[in-house]
């Protein structure tokens, strides 16, 4: 019974470039949530999905970044012409209901390195 | 806009050294509070969701508590392998997202 997997672990990329974030859920859970961790600071929110729609993006930069959750395949998280400062760990949750009081599993993250 | 603020935000213990860690908070309204646990490269790990003030959750040597304004997770006689980041969240009614503090990093020596 997998988990919440993320892949890759790391990711490098130069300055300009474009960074994909892959999350699948665990096996059941139909809602995704993207959150970003910076160093010394709380994981901050990013995305809510479901299957084909975006829930609340409300903690999304408005540029360079994209999320989706096609109808088969993982969760991707998209940066374009990423920035030094994007540099941070990417952490993907999943639940099997919506999210009000529901326990959210996280996976592992990947952990974004911008040269 | 929710706040979260942990303290303390770096905890060294002797094993078997009991302590508490807070967790404030200012959300309108709670739908509940959270706590989760993560281990270096690793994502958070759900402990416990607490609702309403005056309700306490244990977990093994943890024990969390909610207040109308803060939480506490108090750790009994800890054990090494309690060396961790623990992490609070809130989520406000209506919200999908929690709100997390910055965490504080218990060390648990022998």
């Known amino acids: 019974n997998a988990g919440v997997m993320q892949n890759p672990r790391h990711l490098v990329r130069r300055r300009g470039q474009e960074a994909r974030l892959r999350c699948s859920p665990m096996?059941?859970?139909?809602?995704v949530y993207w959150y970003r961790q910076l160093p010394e600071e709380g994981l901050k929110f990013m995305v809510y999905?479901?299957?084909?729609?975006?829930?609340?993006e409300s903690g999304m930069p408005k540029e360079r970044f994209s999320a989706e959750f096609p109808k088969e395949g993982p969760s991707i998280l998209r940066i374009q012409q990423v920035v030094r400062g994007d540099s941070a760990a990417y952490f993907c949750?999943?639940?099997?209901?919506?999210?009000?009081?529901?326990?959210?599993?996280f996976g592992s993250g990947t952990q974004l390195s911008v040269l | 806009e929710d706040q979260v603020t942990q303290s303390p935000e770096a905890l060294r213990l002797q094993e078997g050294e009991s302590s508490s860690l807070n967790c404030s908070y200012t959300v309108s309204g709670l739908r509940g509070l959270f706590w989760y646990r993560q281990d270096p490269g690793k994502g958070p790990e759900f402990l416990f969701t607490l609702y309403s003030a005056g309700e306490e959750k244990e977990k093994e040597r943890l024990k969390a508590t909610l207040t109308k304004k803060e939480s506490f997770l108090h750790i009994t006689a800890p054990k090494p392998e309690d060396s961790a980041t623990y992490l609070c969240a809130v989520q406000a009614p209506n919200d999908y997202k929690l709100s997390f503090g910055a965490g504080t990093t218990v060390t648990v020596r022998a």
């Open positions: 949750a999943s639940s099997q209901g919506i999210a009000t009081n529901e326990k959210l599993f």
């Open positions: 999905l479901q299957k084909e729609n975006i829930i609340d």
């Open positions: 096996k059941g859970h139909s809602h």
